[in-house]
C-alpha cells in the first residue's frame, strides 16, 4: 500500500512563500510524482511534475517562474516551493505518484495511482 503524506500548507500573505513536502512510504526513485490543486468548485489541475527516470519537470502556465517542484529520493520526500504566491493559488493541494510511466513528466491525472489526503493552501489579498 504506497502512502503519500503532504504537509507545509498553510495561510500566508500574497507575495510570500511556501514549501510543501510528501513523503511516500515508497521509494520515489521508482515514481514520477506531480502536484495538484483543487480550488472550491473548480476541477483538480496539475501545477507541477517530475518525471521518473531524468528527472524532467513540467509546470503549468500559471505557475510557471514562481514554483518548483523537487525530489529526494534519499528521504522519499517530493517538495513544491511556492513564492510570490498570489490569492488565486488557494487551493487544496494534492501530491500523487505513478508507478507505470518511465519516460517524462506525467500530465494527465488519470495516470497517477496513488494520492496523498491533501494540504490545504490559502493566500490573503
Known amino acids: 500500500q504506497v502512502q503519500l503524506v503532504e504537509s507545509g500548507g498553510g495561510l500566508v500573505q500574497a507575495g510570500g512563500s511556501l514549501r510543501l513536502s510528501c513523503v511516500a512510504s515508497v521509494r520515489t526513485f521508482f515514481y514520477a510524482m506531480g502536484w495538484f490543486r483543487q480550488a472550491p468548485g473548480k476541477d483538480r489541475q496539475l501545477v507541477a511534475a517530475v518525471s521518473r527516470i531524468d528527472g524532467r519537470t513540467w509546470y503549468s502556465d500559471s505557475v510557471t517562474g514562481r514554483f518548483t517542484i523537487s525530489r529526494d529520493n534519499a528521504k522519499n520526500t517530493v517538495y513544491l516551493q511556492m513564492n510570490s504566491l498570489k490569492p488565486e493559488d488557494t487551493a487544496l493541494y494534492y501530491c500523487?505518484?505513478?508507478?507505470?510511466?518511465?519516460?517524462?513528466?506525467?500530465?494527465?491525472?488519470?495516470?497517477?495511482?496513488?494520492w496523498g489526503q491533501g494540504t490545504q493552501v490559502t493566500v490573503s489579498s
Open positions: 500523487a505518484a505513478d508507478y507505470t510511466s518511465y519516460t517524462g513528466p506525467v500530465i494527465s491525472p488519470r495516470d497517477y495511482e496513488y
